[in-house]
């Protein structure tokens, strides 16, 4: 195997943020199965941004619409009770990204376990901020909730990626 960025023929296998791929020992360019070298540069991406790995797909896939931007973002934290957010504004027409965004949420919250939702609010300005909902005061939310509440991350992130190709959200 060859080095598609140097043309190196110094090609290791090897783990990359729990990945397997081939690295260029000279360029350190990444090959192998694409979606495999795209989910490791979304995590160091992320990681740039001070996003952590769980929480950095969802940004990634909510940025990738080209209008909502997230300006704060979390996986959560087991010891303080916190589950997972993100907060986010609309760059342009609120009304109608965020109907399409509802509507991914909508569908998506069928295979999730838990029931996400977007809410307003107040901080300067007006940001929305997407969460998992739970019938009960945020003191109470145990650390098993906040576990299922990370599973979904990775689920949201694939079904709002797949319905950003889909024409309801492209028009
Ligand atoms: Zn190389």
């Known amino acids: 195997m060859e080095c598609e960025a140097c043309g190196s023929r110094n090609m290791e296998r090897r783990t990359v943020e729990t990945?397997?791929?081939e690295e260029c020992q000279l360029c350190g360019n990444l090959q192998g199965d694409d979606a495999a070298v795209a989910r490791i540069e979304e995590v160091r991406r992320g990681r740039e941004?001070?996003?952590d790995e769980g929480i950095a797909p969802l940004v990634?896939?909510?940025e990738s619409s080209g209008v909502l931007?997230?300006?704060?973002a979390s996986s959560g934290s087991l010891q303080s009770r916190e589950s997972p957010h993100l907060f986010f504004r609309v760059t342009k027409n609120d009304a109608i990204h965020l109907e399409r965004l509802l509507r991914t949420l909508e569908h998506a919250n069928r295979e999730t376990?838990?029931?996400?939702?977007?809410?307003l609010t107040l901080q300067h300005s007006l940001l929305y901020i997407l969460r998992p909902r739970f019938w009960k005061r945020p003191q109470e939310v145990?650390?098993?909730?906040?576990?299922?509440a990370r599973r979904d991350l990775p689920l949201l992130a694939a079904r709002l990626r797949r319905d950003?190709?889909?024409?309801?959200?492209?028009?």
Not at 69 to 72: A, E, G, I, R
Not at 113 to 119: D, N
Not at 164 to 171: A, G, I, K
């Open 142 to 148: 145990t650390p098993d909730e906040i576990r299922l």
């Open 69 to 72: 931007q997230v300006t704060h």
């Open 60 to 62: 990634q896939a909510l």
């Open 113 to 119: 376990e838990l029931v996400w939702l977007v809410e």
């Open 164 to 171: 950003l190709q889909l024409s309801w959200w492209r028009d």
């Open 19 to 21: 990945i397997l791929v």
């Open 49 to 51: 941004r001070g996003l």
